[in-house]
C-alpha cells in the first residue's frame, strides 16, 4: 500500500501517551520503557542475553491446552451425569447388564456432544499464536544474526525489515517504516511510525526499513496478554445454566418424593429386593436424560439454518445466546460502514471546480495501488471526467517527510505544471497568497470526522490552491433499517469503534443510533447500554472491559469485532459475532462469523435464535412436566396398589421412547418471541408444576378406573399405568408446544411422525405384551381417545398460566 497525507502518522517527539485517531491504538509513554533494559549501540552480549532469557523466559506464550483425556473426563463430571453414573451402578448391582449398558451410550452420546464445545478456546490460542513472527533478525555483540523469535529476551536491538512480523513488543531507536497494525486493531489503514513509537508482536511491517528495541516478550507483550484474555475470558452459557438449573430443581423435588416412596415402602414393610428396583424406577424417572442432547440437536438445526443467510456459527450455544441478547455492540467499519474510503465533499477554490479539482488530485495519485485514498480520489475523478485535464508527465509517490505527493504534467497548451497532494498544513504553506478561506473550510470538514487533503498546482514557485477533497468511510445504505429491525426487536445497538468521537457520532447520526457519546477516558465499570448510543476512541482492549460491564449489569451482550484484540471481548460476550473482514484469530474466537458484511446476519441470528430457543423451550418444560408426574405417580400407584407401578425396564422404555423422540420438538413449527428471551427456570418450574397436576390427575384417573371399575390385577396395572403415561406425554406435547392454542399451526412433519412412533411402540408393547402384561385393544383405544381429549382441555388452561408467568 502506499501511504497518503490522509494516512495517521505517529511521531515519537511527544514523550506522552500518543493514540491513532483512526484505529484508537495507544502507545505507552516512552516514560513505561524500563530503563535499566537499555542495552548498548552493539547490542546485547550473548551472556547478558542468555542472563535475561534465564530471567524473563522464552518470547512465546505458554501451552495452556487440557490433554484431551482430561477434557473427555470432565464431560461425566456434572449433575446429569451424576445420575446417570448412580444409575449404571444400580442397575450393574441389580443384574440388569442391558439396561446398564443403554443408559451407558446416553451417557457417551451426551459427553461426545459436549467435547465439541470446549475445543474453541484452543483453536483461538492457537489461531493467536501462528500469528507471531517465527525468526528475527536481532544485534548481539555487535553483530546483526537472525535467531529464533523465541530467543528474544527485553533489551535486544531488532531489526524491522519489508514483509517481517514484528516479533516482540519493541520501541523504534531509528528509521521509519509502515505499520500494519490491523490484526491488532481491526482497522486497515497503516500508520507511519519512526524514532520513539511503540509497536506491537503481531504488527506487519509494509515499508521501510527500522531499528527497534525489545520492551516485553512473551505473555508480557499486549499480544500475551491478549492471549492470557482469550484463555480466562469466560461466560457461562445460558444453555448450561438452564440445564444445571432444571437438574438442580428436579433433584430436590424428587429427591424428596423418592425419601417418601421409601419411607412408605418401608412403612408397608416391603423386601428390600422390591425397594431397590422402586427407587431405581423413581431415580430413573427423575433424570432429564436428553436435555443437553436436545439443546445441542436444536441449535445444530438452527445453525444449518443459519448458514443459509450467511452466518456460520462456530459454537452451537451461540444460535440459544442469540435469541437472548438485549444489547449488541456493534465494530463501526465495515459493519456499519462499507470499509472502503469514498470522495465525500470537494471544496474547490476560486478559479477551480470539482471535476477539475479530482482531477489534480487524481494525477498526484497512484494508479493500480493499493492505497485506499488514492483509488478512492482516482475512482471520483473517473466518474467527473474533464476534456481538458492535464497530461501527466512524472509521478512521485507520497513522501513520509514531506506529506505529499507530487506529479508533473502539462496543460493544454503544453505549458508545464507541478500538482501537489498532501496535508492541508503541508500544502496550504506552499501557496501564495495563502486563501483564508482555505482553512475554515478544512476545519469545518475535519470537524465532521472527514479525512482532509489539499490539491495545489502551478509552478514551484506560484503555486494556487485548487480545492480541498475530504473523504469518508460511507454508511452502509442498509444500516439504518437493520437498526431500526434490531430495535423492534427490543435489541439496543450501541456502536464501539476506536474511531474519533466526532467521526462516530456522525457514523451513528446517519445509521439511526440515537443517544450520547461516552467521554474519552476508561470506560466506567458501572456503565449501562441506555447511557451511550457511542463508546468512540476505545482501544481494542476496552472492549473486553466494556461488555463485562454490561454483564454485570445483568445484560445478555452480543459483541461484533474483526481484530486479534478482539477476540478476549468476543470470548467474553454470550454472543461473539465476527465480521465478514476479521482476522482468522477474531473468528475463531467469535461464536458466529458473518459471511456478508452488515448486520443483516445479526438480524437473521436473531430471529432464528429465538425461533431456536422456543423449540427449546417447550421440550425443557415438557421434560419438567414429566419428571415431576413420573415420580409423583409412583406414590399415587403405591398408594393405591401397595405396589411399584412401573418397573425399572417400563421405565427405560418410557425414558428412550418419550425423552429421545421428543426430541423432534427440536423441528417443530414455532413462532420467533417478540421480545429478547431469558430462561426463567424459577417460573417455567412453576408452570411445569401446574401442567404436571392436570398430567397426573389424568394418569391417575386412568389407573383408578382399571384399578376399581374393572379390578385389574397389579401386572395389568402395570401396563395401564405405562400406557397413560405414555399417551398423557403425547397429549402434554401438543398442549404445550405452542403459546397460543395448540391448532395455531401445524406440526413439523417429524413431530408427527415420532408421535406415531411412540404411541405405536407403547401400543404394540402393551397389546403384544412384551415386558410387560397383555391388554385388549378396546382398552388402549379407550385410553388414547380419554388422552386426545384431555389435551383440549389442558390447552385452555395453559393460556392463562402461561400469560401470568409471562411465558412467551
Not at 452459557?237 to 429427591?255: C, D, P
Not at 457514523?507 to 451511550?532: H, M, N, S, T
Given at each position: 500500500?502506499?501511504?497518503?497525507?490522509?494516512?495517521?502518522?505517529?511521531?515519537?517527539?511527544?514523550?506522552?501517551?500518543?493514540?491513532?485517531?483512526?484505529?484508537?491504538?495507544?502507545?505507552?509513554?516512552?516514560?513505561?520503557?524500563?530503563?535499566?533494559?537499555?542495552?548498548?549501540?552493539?547490542?546485547?552480549?550473548?551472556?547478558?542475553?542468555?542472563?535475561?532469557?534465564?530471567?524473563?523466559?522464552?518470547?512465546?506464550?505458554?501451552?495452556?491446552?487440557?490433554?484431551?483425556?482430561?477434557?473427555?473426563?470432565?464431560?461425566?463430571?456434572?449433575?446429569?451425569p451424576w445420575m446417570l453414573e448412580v444409575v449404571i451402578?444400580?442397575?450393574?448391582?441389580?443384574?440388569?447388564?442391558?439396561?446398564?449398558?443403554?443408559?451407558?451410550?446416553?451417557?457417551?452420546?451426551?459427553?461426545?456432544?459436549?467435547?465439541?464445545?470446549?475445543?474453541?478456546?484452543?483453536?483461538?490460542?492457537?489461531?493467536?499464536?501462528?500469528?507471531?513472527?517465527?525468526?528475527?533478525?536481532?544485534?548481539?555483540?555487535?553483530?546483526?544474526?537472525?535467531?529464533?523469535?523465541?530467543?528474544?529476551?527485553?533489551?535486544?536491538?531488532?531489526?524491522?525489515?519489508?514483509?517481517?512480523?514484528?516479533?516482540?513488543?519493541?520501541?523504534?531507536?531509528?528509521?521509519?517504516?509502515?505499520?500494519?497494525?490491523?490484526?491488532?486493531?481491526?482497522?486497515?489503514?497503516?500508520?507511519?511510525?519512526?524514532?520513539?513509537?511503540?509497536?506491537?508482536?503481531?504488527?506487519?511491517?509494509?515499508?521501510?526499513?527500522?531499528?527497534?528495541?525489545?520492551?516485553?516478550?512473551?505473555?508480557?507483550?499486549?499480544?500475551?496478554?491478549?492471549?492470557?484474555?482469550?484463555?480466562?475470558?469466560?461466560?457461562?452459557?445460558?444453555?448450561?445454566?438452564?440445564?444445571?438449573?432444571?437438574?438442580?430443581?428436579?433433584?430436590?423435588?424428587?429427591?424428596?418424593?423418592?425419601?417418601?416412596?421409601?419411607?412408605?415402602?418401608?412403612?408397608?414393610?416391603?423386601?428390600?429386593?422390591?425397594?431397590?428396583?422402586?427407587?431405581?424406577?423413581?431415580?430413573?424417572?427423575?433424570?432429564?436424560?436428553?436435555?443437553?442432547?436436545?439443546?445441542?440437536?436444536?441449535?445444530?438445526?438452527?445453525?444449518?439454518?443459519?448458514?443459509?443467510?450467511?452466518?456460520?456459527?462456530?459454537?452451537?450455544?451461540?444460535?440459544?445466546?442469540?435469541?437472548?441478547?438485549?444489547?449488541?455492540?456493534?465494530?463501526?467499519?465495515?459493519?456499519?460502514?462499507?470499509?472502503?474510503?469514498?470522495?465525500?465533499?470537494?471544496?474547490?477554490?476560486?478559479?477551480?471546480?470539482?471535476?477539475?479539482?479530482?482531477?489534480?488530485?487524481?494525477?498526484?495519485?497512484?494508479?493500480?495501488?493499493?492505497?485506499?485514498?488514492?483509488?478512492?480520489?482516482?475512482?471520483?475523478?473517473?466518474?467527473?471526467?474533464?476534456?481538458?485535464?492535464?497530461?501527466?508527465?512524472?509521478?512521485?509517490?507520497?513522501?513520509?517527510?514531506?506529506?505529499?505527493?507530487?506529479?508533473?504534467?502539462?496543460?493544454?497548451?503544453?505549458?508545464?505544471?507541478?500538482?501537489?497532494?498532501?496535508?492541508?498544513?503541508?500544502?496550504?504553506?506552499?501557496?501564495?497568497?495563502?486563501?483564508?478561506?482555505?482553512?475554515?473550510?478544512?476545519?469545518?470538514?475535519?470537524?465532521?470526522?472527514?479525512r482532509v487533503l489539499a490539491v495545489a498546482v502551478g509552478?514551484?514557485?506560484?503555486?494556487?490552491?485548487?480545492?480541498?477533497?475530504?473523504?469518508?468511510?460511507?454508511?452502509?445504505?442498509?444500516?439504518?433499517?437493520?437498526?431500526?429491525?434490531?430495535?423492534?426487536?427490543?435489541?439496543?445497538?450501541?456502536?464501539?469503534?476506536?474511531?474519533?468521537?466526532?467521526?462516530?457520532?456522525?457514523?451513528?447520526?446517519?445509521?439511526?443510533?440515537?443517544?450520547?457519546?461516552?467521554?474519552?477516558?476508561?470506560?466506567?465499570?458501572?456503565?449501562?447500554?441506555?447511557?451511550?448510543?457511542?463508546?468512540?476512541?476505545?482501544?481494542?482492549?476496552?472492549?473486553?472491559?466494556?461488555?463485562?460491564?454490561?454483564?454485570?449489569?445483568?445484560?445478555?451482550?452480543?459483541?461484533?469485532?474483526?481484530?486479534?484484540?478482539?477476540?478476549?471481548?468476543?470470548?467474553?460476550?454470550?454472543?461473539?459475532?465476527?465480521?465478514?473482514?476479521?482476522?482468522?484469530?477474531?473468528?475463531?474466537?467469535?461464536?458466529?462469523?458473518?459471511?456478508?458484511?452488515?448486520?443483516?446476519?445479526?438480524?437473521?441470528?436473531?430471529?432464528?435464535?429465538?425461533?431456536?430457543?422456543?423449540?427449546?423451550?417447550?421440550?425443557?418444560?415438557?421434560?419438567?412436566?414429566?419428571?415431576?408426574?413420573?415420580?409423583?405417580?409412583?406414590?399415587?400407584?403405591?398408594?393405591?396398589?401397595?405396589?411399584?407401578?412401573?418397573?425399572?425396564?417400563?421405565?427405560?422404555?418410557?425414558?428412550?421412547?418419550?425423552?429421545?423422540?421428543?426430541?423432534?420438538?427440536?423441528?417443530?413449527?414455532?413462532?420467533?418471541?417478540?421480545?429478547?428471551?431469558?430462561?426463567?427456570?424459577?417460573?417455567?418450574?412453576?408452570?411445569?408444576?401446574?401442567?404436571?397436576?392436570?398430567?397426573?390427575?389424568?394418569?391417575?384417573?386412568?389407573?383408578?378406573?382399571?384399578?376399581?371399575?374393572?379390578?385389574?390385577?397389579?401386572?395389568?396395572?402395570?401396563?395401564?399405568?405405562?400406557?397413560?403415561?405414555?399417551?398423557?406425554?403425547?397429549?402434554?406435547?401438543?398442549?404445550?408446544?405452542?403459546?397460543?392454542?395448540?391448532?395455531?399451526?401445524?406440526?413439523?412433519?417429524?413431530?408427527?411422525?415420532?408421535?406415531?412412533?411412540?404411541?405405536?411402540?407403547?401400543?404394540?408393547?402393551?397389546?403384544?405384551?412384551?415386558?410387560?402384561?397383555?391388554?385388549?385393544?378396546?382398552?388402549?383405544?379407550?385410553?388414547?381417545?380419554?388422552?386426545?381429549?384431555?389435551?383440549?382441555?389442558?390447552?385452555?388452561?395453559?393460556?392463562?398460566?402461561?400469560?401470568?408467568?409471562?411465558?412467551?
Open positions: 500500500m502506499t501511504p497518503n497525507a490522509a494516512e495517521p502518522k505517529v511521531s515519537g517527539s511527544n514523550p506522552g501517551s500518543q493514540a491513532n485517531p483512526k484505529n484508537g491504538l495507544k502507545t505507552p509513554p516512552l516514560a513505561d520503557v524500563d530503563t535499566k533494559l537499555a542495552s548498548s549501540p552493539d547490542g546485547l552480549t550473548a551472556a547478558e542475553a542468555q542472563k535475561r532469557l534465564t530471567q524473563y523466559g522464552p518470547n512465546a506464550m505458554p501451552d495452556t491446552s487440557m490433554h484431551p483425556f482430561r477434557m473427555a473426563l470432565e464431560k461425566f463430571w456434572a449433575p446429569v451402578v444400580l442397575e450393574l448391582a441389580l443384574g440388569k447388564f442391558v439396561e446398564a449398558a443403554i443408559i451407558a451410550l446416553l451417557l457417551a452420546f451426551n459427553a461426545a456432544l459436549g467435547l465439541f464445545q470446549e475445543s474453541r478456546a484452543q483453536a483461538t490460542l492457537a489461531a493467536l499464536k501462528s500469528r507471531l513472527a517465527l525468526s528475527a533478525s536481532v544485534k548481539r555483540g555487535g553483530a546483526w544474526k537472525t535467531i529464533p523469535a523465541a530467543d528474544l529476551v527485553p533489551g535486544d536491538l531488532v531489526k524491522l525489515s519489508l514483509g517481517a512480523v514484528v516479533a516482540a513488543d519493541v520501541k523504534l531507536t531509528g528509521g521509519e517504516v509502515l505499520l500494519d497494525q490491523s490484526m491488532l486493531t481491526g482497522e486497515s489503514v497503516p500508520i507511519e511510525a519512526d524514532a520513539g513509537v511503540q509497536t506491537f508482536a503481531g504488527a506487519l511491517v509494509r515499508r521501510g526499513e527500522a531499528e527497534a528495541e525489545v520492551t516485553a516478550t512473551g505473555a508480557r507483550t499486549k499480544f500475551g496478554r491478549t492471549a492470557e484474555l482469550v484463555r480466562t475470558a469466560h461466560v457461562v452459557s445460558s444453555q448450561q445454566k438452564a440445564v444445571l438449573r432444571v437438574v438442580r430443581n428436579l433433584a430436590a423435588f424428587n429427591g424428596v418424593v423418592i425419601v417418601l416412596l421409601v419411607s412408605y415402602a418401608w412403612y408397608l414393610a416391603m423386601p428390600v429386593t422390591d425397594i431397590i428396583p422402586l427407587v431405581l424406577t423413581a431415580v430413573l424417572a427423575s433424570i432429564p436424560v436428553a436435555l443437553p442432547a436436545t439443546f445441542t440437536l436444536a441449535a445444530a438445526l438452527g445453525a444449518r439454518s443459519l448458514a443459509r443467510h450467511g452466518v456460520l456459527p462456530t459454537r452451537l450455544s451461540a444460535v440459544d445466546e442469540a435469541a437472548s441478547i438485549v444489547v449488541l455492540c456493534s465494530d463501526k467499519t465495515g459493519t456499519l460502514t462499507k470499509n472502503a474510503l469514498t470522495v465525500t465533499s470537494v471544496r474547490p477554490m476560486p478559479g477551480f471546480d470539482e471535476a477539475h479539482v479530482l482531477a489534480l488530485a487524481a494525477l498526484a495519485s497512484s494508479d493500480g495501488g493499493d492505497d485506499p485514498v488514492d483509488g478512492a480520489i482516482r475512482a471520483a475523478a473517473a466518474s467527473k471526467a474533464v476534456s481538458d485535464a492535464p497530461k501527466l508527465v512524472k509521478f512521485s509517490a507520497f513522501d513520509p517527510a514531506k506529506k505529499m505527493s507530487e506529479a508533473t504534467a502539462t496543460d493544454a497548451t503544453g505549458n508545464p505544471q507541478h500538482i501537489v497532494k498532501g496535508a492541508f498544513t503541508v500544502v496550504v504553506g506552499l501557496v501564495k497568497p495563502s486563501p483564508t478561506a482555505a482553512a475554515a473550510a478544512a476545519k469545518e470538514l475535519e470537524d465532521k470526522g472527514f509552478p514551484a514557485t506560484a503555486m494556487k490552491l485548487a480545492g480541498l477533497v475530504a473523504l469518508s468511510d460511507p454508511p452502509r445504505q442498509d444500516a439504518a433499517a437493520l437498526i431500526e429491525e434490531l430495535h423492534g426487536l427490543g435489541v439496543r445497538t450501541v456502536m464501539v469503534t476506536g474511531d474519533a468521537p466526532a467521526t462516530a457520532a456522525i457514523v451513528a447520526k446517519a445509521v439511526g443510533l440515537v443517544g450520547d457519546v461516552c467521554p474519552p477516558g476508561p470506560i466506567p465499570e458501572a456503565v449501562r447500554p441506555e447511557q451511550f448510543a457511542v463508546f468512540a476512541g476505545v482501544l481494542p482492549e476496552d472492549k473486553y472491559k466494556l461488555v463485562k460491564a454490561f454483564q454485570k449489569g445483568d445484560h445478555t451482550v452480543g459483541m461484533c469485532g474483526d481484530g486479534a484484540n478482539d477476540a478476549p471481548a468476543l470470548r467474553q460476550a454470550q454472543l461473539g459475532i465476527a465480521v465478514s473482514t476479521a482476522t482468522d484469530v477474531a473468528k475463531s474466537a467469535a461464536g458466529m462469523v458473518l459471511t456478508e458484511p452488515g448486520l443483516a446476519g445479526i438480524v437473521a441470528a436473531v430471529k432464528e435464535g429465538r425461533i431456536t430457543f422456543q423449540r427449546i423451550l417447550t421440550y425443557t418444560l415438557n421434560s419438567i412436566i414429566k419428571k415431576i408426574v413420573t415420580v409423583l405417580f409412583l406414590i399415587v400407584g403405591l398408594l393405591m396398589t401397595g405396589h411399584a407401578i412401573l418397573t425399572p425396564l417400563l421405565m427405560v422404555i418410557v425414558m428412550i421412547a418419550g425423552d429421545f423422540l421428543a426430541m423432534s420438538l427440536t423441528t417443530d413449527n414455532v413462532r420467533p418471541s417478540p421480545l429478547p428471551n431469558s430462561w426463567r427456570i424459577g417460573r417455567l418450574t412453576i408452570a411445569g408444576a401446574v401442567m404436571a397436576i392436570f398430567l397426573l390427575a389424568f394418569c391417575s384417573g386412568v389407573l383408578a378406573v382399571g384399578k376399581f371399575e374393572m379390578e385389574l390385577g397389579i401386572d395389568e396395572l402395570r401396563t395401564l399405568a405405562f400406557t397413560a403415561l405414555v399417551f398423557g406425554s403425547q397429549a402434554i406435547i401438543y398442549a404445550i408446544r405452542q403459546r397460543r392454542h395448540l391448532w395455531g399451526s401445524r406440526p413439523s412433519l417429524w413431530l408427527a411422525v415420532s408421535s406415531v412412533v411412540d404411541i405405536s411402540i407403547a401400543s404394540t408393547l402393551a397389546a403384544a405384551g412384551v415386558a410387560m402384561t397383555p391388554l385388549p385393544a378396546w382398552m388402549l383405544a379407550s385410553a388414547f381417545a380419554a388422552a386426545a381429549a384431555f389435551a383440549i382441555i389442558l390447552d385452555f388452561v395453559k393460556l392463562p398460566v402461561f400469560r401470568r408467568l409471562g411465558i412467551a
